[in-house]
């Protein structure tokens, strides 16, 4: 019986069945173009095929909880990376592309000097009024107090020609009283001649007194003249006198003038600050010549603020008054809080000084930025902020309701 199994067991072994097989039919197989073998290979693709599937439905079939469970957790990651982005992506715009930003200037003197007094280190806040340079004052007084003479020079000569005009005055009055002594002069002259010529005529008076009466009555006719040209050269006089003291009264407004530009040339060899702000890039010293102009110090002021070039298609949403979130590089834990101030109307290429001709060549279309300003509500008192430090912005445009 186990003998009869075995060989049973042998005949529909693949092995055996090889074995058994006469090597005339091998060869008549590899001769006929292999097509048995490729019938061979077909069925057992099939078979496998056939298993594949038939293990997919096992392992579905033997692992269901393992299946859903991975279905869920897909499913739960997709929809909290919807409201990720929902809540955390899509109501903010931000950008790395942004600075502290302040209208900085050079601290320069108007007059020329050398400096006597630098009352002021480097970084140094200072508030408006503070002393900041001070220049050699000496000559700038020696040339206030020659202004001030001029001053009181032509005041003097203004003073003169009052007194002068006044003389001229009284001069013209005198004239004129002399017109009216010529003038009744005259007349009685003339009352004169006319008796004598009268007397002559009717026989009771002589010739000689008739031509002395007519000489008289020239004379006083010559003295009239010579009175009303000595008040109008008077009169005259008083004019030439009144534009004397037109000129010194110009001479006095410039003097005037001279003296309030040596008071602020003076002044101004004393430097303060304009503004609260800090001294920084301190370059004048003590003792070193000051040419007016020349750059002493550079100078922040405390009124600084974020530019943020975010792209075009950013600013879609962004309105003034909107709230921002701003995180400094230098100190990533302070928590500053601002909003956004203006949106510039253009790129920042459009006010550069060689902006892009786009008219002429080929022609790649680039997303443009856009600066934005971003004032600060309250900048970290403990810390140093000044322009061209790197922050992150983070612009609330889409709030949710």
Do not use: C
């Not at 040209?229 to 004397?244: F, L």
């Not at 003034?320 to 601002?338: L, M, R």
């Amino acid at each position: 019986m186990d003998d009869a199994q075995a060989a049973a067991a042998a005949k529909h072994s693949p092995d055996s069945a090889s074995d058994d097989t006469p090597a005339a039919a091998r060869q008549d197989g590899s001769g006929s173009g292999g097509s048995a073998p490729s019938a061979g290979h077909g069925g057992e693709d099939q078979g496998n095929g056939a298993e594949d599937k038939q293990a997919k439905r096992s392992f579905l079939r033997r692992h269901p909880f393992w299946v859903a469970l991975a279905v869920l957790v897909i499913a739960a990651a997709a929809v909290g990376g919807y409201f990720y982005w929902l809540i955390d992506i899509e109501p903010y715009e931000s950008t790395d592309d942004a600075f502290v930003d302040s209208r900085q200037f050079a601290v320069s003197p108007k007059v020329s000097g050398y400096v006597t007094e630098v009352a002021v280190t480097d970084n140094q806040h200072v508030n408006a009024g503070d002393l900041l340079f001070r220049i050699d004052q000496r000559d700038y007084q020696i040339a206030l107090q020659q202004a001030e003479a001029q001053e009181d020079a032509a005041k003097a000569a203004i003073a003169s020609a009052d007194a002068q005009i006044e003389a001229q005055e009284a001069q013209v009055e005198a004239a004129r009283s002399q017109v009216a002594q010529a003038q009744a002069s005259l007349n009685f002259a003339e009352e004169q001649a006319k008796r004598a010529q009268e007397l002559v005529k009717s026989g009771a008076g002589t010739v000689e007194t008739a031509q002395q009466q007519a000489s008289n009555l020239q004379q006083a006719q010559a003295d009239l003249v010579h009175a009303k040209a000595a008040v109008t050269a008077a009169e005259k006089q008083v004019r030439a006198q009144a534009a004397q003291k037109g000129t010194a009264i110009a001479d006095e407004k410039k003097a005037a003038a001279q003296l309030a530009a040596a008071n602020l040339d003076l002044e101004h060899t004393t430097i303060e600050a304009a503004q609260p702000g800090r001294v920084v890039r301190l370059s004048g010293a003590k003792g070193a010549f000051a040419q007016a102009g020349q750059s002493l110090a550079m100078f922040v002021p405390d009124e600084v603020w974020i530019t943020a070039n975010f792209k075009e298609t950013q600013i879609t949403d962004m309105r003034p008054g909107q709230p921002a979130d701003i995180s400094i590089d230098a100190y990533p834990d302070q928590e500053v809080k601002g909003h956004v101030a203006s949106i510039q109307p253009g790129s920042g290429t459009a006010f550069s000084l060689l902006p892009a001709e786009n008219a002429t060549g080929n022609y790649v279309k680039v997303v443009q930025r856009i600066p934005v300003k971003i004032t600060v509500d309250k900048w970290p008192e403990d810390v140093a902020i000044g322009p061209g430090m790197s922050v992150v912005p983070t612009v609330t445009v889409r709030p949710r309701s």
